[in-house]
C-alpha cells in the first residue's frame, strides 16, 4: 500500500514538471526607440497586475521571470507611450516604443518628494517641454520664451532691451503693493528673479527705482539647458509652497544623462535684431513749420533740406541699428547604470537696435545622477553663468536730457545733432540732452556672476513588494554678485555747470539664497495592489541675505569715470535678512487610476511677519476621477474623460521692513544722531492669503488623438497689505497693515489635435484660450490711487477701489457735468487671450511650425504720445485724429488706447538630413544634422499707436503693465540655426 503511494506521487510530479515549466518561465528581450532604432536603456518591464518587474540594461537588454502563462508585460519609460505585449511561453521579444504623442505618460510633480502621470492629476498643472520652448527659434531669457505656451499666464515684455525684462502674471494679480512674480525653483532650488536698481534714477531725475528699465534675474539661466517647466498656476496646485507660493510657482528641471554612450550635441544660432515697428516722422514742409512754431524755425528746415535734401530721422539714427546675434552651444550626455551626467555650455552675444546696447551671458552647467548603492543615490546640479548688459537710456524721467523717449519727443529733424570735426556734440536748442551724445557717451550696464548649486541625497529604507520607504534630503545654494555702472559725462548738456557736472553710480548687490529640504516618502501598495498611497512628512527652510550698495557722484573731475573722483558723493546701503521655517504633510491615494485623491497641509512662519514664530496653515486637497478607466465605461472613441476638482491655500508675508519702525541716520550739530522716519511699522502684520477653488474636465477622444482640457477657478485673495496715512499727530506719515482683500475667477481651456500621423506626414495643432477677472472685494481705506504704478489721477493711473477691478485706469474726468472726480476709463486686464500653435513634419525631414498669439481687449495709458504731442512732432499730428487730440485736455481719456494685437510670436522651418546622406557624409561620426531658419515677432497686427501694446514703464513688479513712457521698443529677430549630434 505505501509503494503503491509514493509510485504515485512520483507518477503524478514527473508528469506535471512539463506543464508546471510551460506555465512559467523567464522572457527575455530588446527594447529599442522607433524613430533611429537606438537601444532604450532604463525602460520599466512589469508583469500586468504584479509587482514583477525588471529594467532594461544598458543596451536595451532584459529579462524577466514570468510567474504563469498567459501574461501581459507592460513596457514604460518617460516621454514615450506605453507599450503592452502580450506573451504565452517562454520567449525573446523585440518591443519597439515610440515617443508619447499625448503627454498623458508624462510625470508631473503634485508634492516636494512626489509625482503622479498627467492622466491622473487633479489640477490644472501647465507643461512646456524642452522642444516647445527652444524648438522653434533662439531664445533669449526664459520668461520670454513662454508666450503663448501656458493658458493662464500674461505676459508682459517690460523693455525691448536685449536681456529682456518680463512680468508674468500666472491668473491675475495676486497682490497690491506686494509681490505679483511667481516663485521660481530651478532642480529644487529657490532662484532669486529679483530686478535690480542701478541708481540711474539720480540722473534722470526718474521718480522711483522700479522705473530704470532694469532686467530680472531669470535671465542669467539657458533655456537651451532646460528639460521641462511645469507651472503651479494657483494656490490650488501650489499649496504645497506655503506661503511662498501666492503668486504661483514656476518648476524648471535642467537637462539630465542619460544610459547609454555619450553622445555630444553641437548648436550654432546666427540672427539679428530689428525694430519691430517704425512709427516715422511727421511729413514737415516750410509752411508747416513756420506756423507750428516760427520763421526762424522755418529757415533752419529750410537750411536742413538745402544741404542734405531730407530730414534727419532721429528715431532710425536711435533705433535703427541692426544688432547681430550669436549664441554657440555644445553639450555632452551619457552614463551606465550607476552613473548619469550631463554637461553643458553655451555664450550668447546679442547686439540692440540701439548703438552700444547688448547682452551676453556664458554659462555653464554640470548635472550627475549616481547610484551608491541599492540604499544611497544622489543628484548634484551645478550651474555658473557670468552676463552682461548694455541697457542705454530709456522710460520715465524728470528733465535728466537722458531717456530716448524723452529727447526724441522733442528733437526737431532739421537739427542737426552729430559732432563736429573735433568731436564736440552741439547743444540740442529744444531739450535738455542730445540723444546721440548719450548713445555714445554715457553708459548704463550691469554684470551679473551667479553660481546655483543644488544636491538631492535619496536614501532607500525600505523596499519590499508592497511597501517603500525613503528619506529625500536635499539643500540648495543660489548666489548672485551683481554690478551696476551708470556714467553721464560731465560734458552732457544738462550736466555742464551749474548743472551737476557729471553723474557717476557704482552699484556692488549680493544676494544668497540657501533653502533646505528634510522629507520622509512612504509608498504604500493595499488592496492587493489596486490602491497605491504616497504619504510624505517633511519640514524645509529658506534663508534669503540681501546686501545692495550704491555709491554715487557727481561734479566729476574732466574724463574722469570713478566715484572717488567727485566732488558730491553718497553712498547708500540696503540689507536684509529672511528666513522662513515649515512643517508640511501629504497623502496621495490612487484607486487602479480611476479615483486619486489626495490631502495636505502646510505650517509656515516668517521673519517678515508680525509675529515671526507664529505658524500660518495651508491646506490642500484634490480629488480626479478617470470615469474612462472605470470598468462600466465601453465608448471605445471615448479614451479619456476625467473630472476633477482642488483646493487650496498659499500666503505671501508683508515685504522687508514693513513689521518694524525704522530709524534714519541725522547729522546733529555735527554728530551722528537717528530720528524715526515717517513710516510706522505694524507688529501685527499677517501675511496676505489666498484661497483658491478649482473645477475642470479632461477629455481625449481617439486614442487622445483629439484633447480638451478646461478649467474653471476661483480665487480669494485675504489680508491686502496696504498703505494708509495717519494723521500728523500721530508722528507718523504711514503705516503699512492688512486692509483689503481681492478675487480672481477665471476659465481656461487648452484644446489639442493630431491631425495627421503617417510616414510621409504629421501635423499637431493646438489652441488655448484664457480670460480672467479681478475685483476689490473689501478695502478699508478710502479708495486711493496706487503710489508708484502711475503719475497721478491727472493724466491716469492705477486707482484701487472697492467692487472694481484691482487693474483699472482711472484718470480726474468730469463727464457728466457735476464736478471733477476719479473715473473710469480702461482695464490693463485683457477680455481674453489665445494661442494657436502648429507643428508639421514632412517625409520625417522638414519641420515647419508657427505659433500665433492674440490679445483681445485691454486698454494702455500711452503717454509717450503725450510727449511728442508737446514737442509737436508725433506722426499723425496732421490728422483730423491728431488734431483733435492735440487741442483736447490732457487727461487720461485723451491718453487710453486699445492695446489688443494678434502677433504671429514665432515660426520656423528646418530640415533634417536623412540617416543615409549623413552616413555618406560623414560616417559614423555624426548622428544627425538638422538646420534652418526662424523668427521671433515677426509682424503684429494692432490698433496700438506706439511701439508694441506690451509695455511697462514700472518694471515687472506690483502692478506695473499697460503705463508707457518712453520704452526700449521691442525687436524682430531672425536666425540661421545649425544642430549636429554626433
Request: proline share 3%.
Amino acid at each position: 500500500m505505501k509503494q503503491s503511494y509514493w509510485k504515485s506521487v512520483l507518477f503524478i510530479t514527473f508528469f506535471a514538471i512539463p506543464f508546471l515549466l510551460a506555465a512559467q518561465g523567464g522572457v527575455t528581450g530588446n527594447v529599442t526607440e522607433a524613430s533611429e532604432g537606438l537601444p532604450l536603456p532604463g525602460v520599466n518591464v512589469v508583469v500586468k497586475g504584479t509587482t514583477t518587474g525588471t529594467t532594461t540594461d544598458f543596451d536595451g537588454n532584459f529579462e524577466i521571470t514570468v510567474g504563469s502563462f498567459p501574461a501581459t508585460l507592460v513596457f514604460s519609460s518617460l516621454g514615450y507611450a506605453n507599450t503592452e505585449v502580450r506573451v504565452t511561453g517562454v520567449t525573446s521579444l523585440n518591443v519597439t516604443m515610440e515617443e508619447s504623442a499625448t503627454g498623458l505618460e508624462e510625470v508631473v510633480v503634485t508634492g516636494l518628494a512626489s509625482s503622479v502621470k498627467r492622466e491622473n492629476l487633479a489640477n490644472a498643472v501647465a507643461t512646456v517641454s524642452a522642444d516647445e520652448l527652444v524648438g522653434t527659434t533662439s531664445q533669449s531669457t526664459v520668461d520670454g520664451a513662454l508666450y503663448g505656451k501656458i493658458p493662464g499666464v500674461n505676459i508682459t515684455s517690460t523693455s525691448g532691451a536685449p536681456g529682456g525684462g518680463f512680468a508674468l502674471r500666472l491668473r491675475g494679480i495676486s497682490s497690491i503693493n506686494g509681490n505679483n512674480q511667481p516663485l521660481i525653483i530651478v532642480d529644487g532650488v529657490y532662484y532669486n528673479n529679483v530686478e535690480i536698481p542701478s541708481g540711474l534714477r539720480f540722473a534722470s531725475g526718474a521718480n522711483r527705482g522700479n522705473e530704470e528699465n532694469s532686467g530680472n534675474r531669470l535671465a542669467d539661466l539657458d533655456p537651451n539647458d532646460i528639460q521641462n517647466i511645469e507651472v503651479l498656476k494657483g494656490s490650488s496646485a501650489a499649496a504645497i509652497y506655503g506661503q511662498r507660493g501666492n503668486a504661483g510657482v514656476v518648476l524648471i528641471t535642467t537637462k539630465r544623462g542619460k544610459t547609454g554612450k555619450t553622445k555630444i550635441s553641437f548648436s550654432q544660432d546666427v540672427g539679428m535684431n530689428k525694430i519691430a515697428n517704425r512709427l516715422g516722422i511727421r511729413p514737415w514742409t516750410a509752411d508747416k513749420v513756420e506756423s507750428v512754431f516760427n520763421a526762424a524755425e522755418r529757415a533752419k528746415y529750410e537750411a536742413t533740406i538745402a544741404e542734405n535734401g531730407a530730414l534727419y530721422d532721429f528715431e532710425d539714427i536711435i533705433y535703427g541699428d541692426t544688432g547681430f546675434i550669436t549664441e554657440t552651444r555644445l553639450s555632452a550626455t551619457g552614463g551606465n547604470d550607476k552613473t548619469k551626467f550631463y554637461l553643458g555650455g553655451s555664450y550668447r552675444d546679442e547686439g540692440g537696435i540701439i548703438k552700444n546696447t547688448g547682452f551676453d551671458r556664458f554659462s555653464l552647467r554640470t548635472n550627475i545622477d549616481h547610484r551608491i548603492s541599492d540604499v544611497f543615490d544622489f543628484t548634484s546640479t551645478t550651474s555658473y553663468s557670468r552676463s552682461n548688459a548694455s541697457r542705454s537710456f530709456t522710460g520715465n524721467e524728470n528733465d535728466g536730457g537722458l531717456s530716448y523717449g524723452y529727447t526724441l519727443a522733442f528733437t526737431r529733424p532739421w537739427v542737426n545733432l552729430f559732432p563736429d570735426a573735433n568731436g564736440n556734440y552741439p547743444v540740442n536748442p529744444n531739450y535738455s540732452g542730445n540723444p546721440i551724445f548719450v548713445r555714445d557717451k554715457a553708459l548704463n550696464d550691469d554684470s551679473n556672476d551667479r553660481l546655483v548649486q543644488g544636491i538631492t541625497l535619496n536614501t532607500n529604507i525600505l523596499k519590499t513588494d508592497m511597501d517603500r520607504v525613503k528619506i529625500v534630503t536635499s539643500g540648495g545654494l543660489d548666489y548672485l554678485a551683481n554690478q551696476t555702472y551708470v556714467y553721464v559725462p560731465e560734458t552732457h548738456q544738462s550736466q555742464v555747470q551749474p548743472g551737476p557736472g557729471g553723474f557717476i553710480s557704482v552699484g556692488k548687490n549680493n544676494f544668497t539664497q540657501l533653502n533646505t529640504q528634510l522629507i520622509g516618502v512612504w509608498n504604500r501598495e493595499a488592496m492587493e495592489g489596486n490602491l497605491g498611497l504616497t504619504t510624505q512628512l517633511g519640514i524645509a527652510y529658506l534663508y534669503q541675505e540681501s546686501n545692495l550698495v550704491n555709491s554715487r557722484g557727481s561734479l566729476l573731475a574732466a574724463g574722469q569715470t570713478s566715484v572717488d573722483q567727485s566732488v558730491n558723493q553718497v553712498i547708500d546701503q540696503f540689507r536684509s535678512e529672511e528666513k522662513d521655517f515649515g512643517y508640511f504633510g501629504q497623502v496621495e491615494g490612487n484607486y487602479k487610476d480611476q479615483i486619486i485623491a489626495t490631502v495636505g497641509y502646510r505650517v509656515d512662519k516668517s521673519t517678515r511677519n508680525g509675529d515671526p514664530n507664529k505658524f500660518y496653515g495651508f491646506p490642500k486637497a484634490s480629488l480626479a476621477l478617470n470615469i474612462a478607466n472605470f470598468d462600466f465605461w465601453s465608448l471605445e472613441s471615448v479614451s479619456q474623460l476625467k473630472l476633477r476638482a482642488a483646493y487650496g491655500e498659499t500666503g505671501s508675508p508683508a515685504n522687508y521692513g514693513s513689521t518694524f519702525t525704522s530709524l534714519g541716520a541725522n547729522n546733529i550739530g555735527g554728530n551722528i544722531g537717528q530720528s524715526v522716519v515717517g513710516s510706522k511699522g505694524d507688529a501685527l502684520v499677517k501675511p496676505e492669503t489666498a484661497s483658491e477653488l478649482e473645477f475642470g474636465f479632461d477629455v481625449g477622444i481617439f486614442d487622445n488623438k483629439l484633447s480638451l482640457e478646461a478649467t474653471y477657478y476661483d480665487k480669494k485673495v485675504k489680508d491686502l497689505i496696504l498703505t494708509r496715512a495717519l494723521p500728523s499727530s500721530s508722528g507718523f506719515t504711514q503705516e503699512t497693515t492688512n486692509l483689503g482683500d481681492l478675487k480672481n475667477s477665471g476659465v481656461e481651456l487648452a484644446l489639442k489635435a493630431f491631425v495627421f500621423d503617417n510616414e510621409n506626414f504629421s501635423w499637431n495643432s493646438a489652441v488655448q484660450w484664457y480670460r480672467n477677472r479681478s475685483e476689490v472685494t473689501r478695502l478699508e481705506v478710502p479708495a486711493f490711487p496706487q503710489p508708484g504704478a502711475g503719475f497721478g489721477l491727472g493724466l491716469g493711473t492705477f486707482f484701487i477701489q472697492e467692487g472694481q477691478s484691482a487693474t483699472q485706469l482711472v484718470g480726474n474726468l468730469n463727464l457728466d457735468g457735476t464736478g471733477t472726480k476719479p473715473t473710469k476709463v480702461g482695464d490693463v486686464e485683457p477680455d481674453f487671450q489665445m494661442a494657436w500653435s502648429n507643428n508639421l513634419t514632412f517625409f520625417k525631414q522638414f519641420d515647419v511650425s508657427f505659433l500665433f498669439q492674440w490679445k483681445k481687449g485691454g486698454e494702455n495709458l500711452n503717454l509717450s504720445t503725450y510727449l511728442s504731442d508737446l514737442g509737436q512732432v508725433t506722426p499723425d499730428l496732421d490728422t483730423p485724429d491728431g488734431q483733435a487730440r492735440l487741442v483736447s485736455t490732457a487727461n487720461a481719456v485723451r491718453f487710453v488706447e486699445p492695446a489688443g494685437y494678434l502677433r504671429l510670436r514665432e515660426a520656423a522651418i528646418h530640415y533634417s538630413l536623412s540617416r543615409n546622406a549623413v552616413e555618406n557624409l560623414f560616417g559614423s561620426t555624426v548622428e544627425g544634422v538638422k538646420f534652418g531658419f526662424s523668427g521671433k515677432n515677426i509682424f503684429t497686427i494692432t490698433d496700438y499707436s506706439s511701439y508694441d501694446p506690451e509695455v511697462s514703464v514700472n518694471g515687472g513688479s506690483g502692478l506695473s503693465t499697460g503705463i508707457e513712457v518712453g520704452p526700449f521698443p521691442s525687436a524682430r529677430q531672425f536666425f540661421f540655426s545649425l544642430n549636429v549630434n554626433f
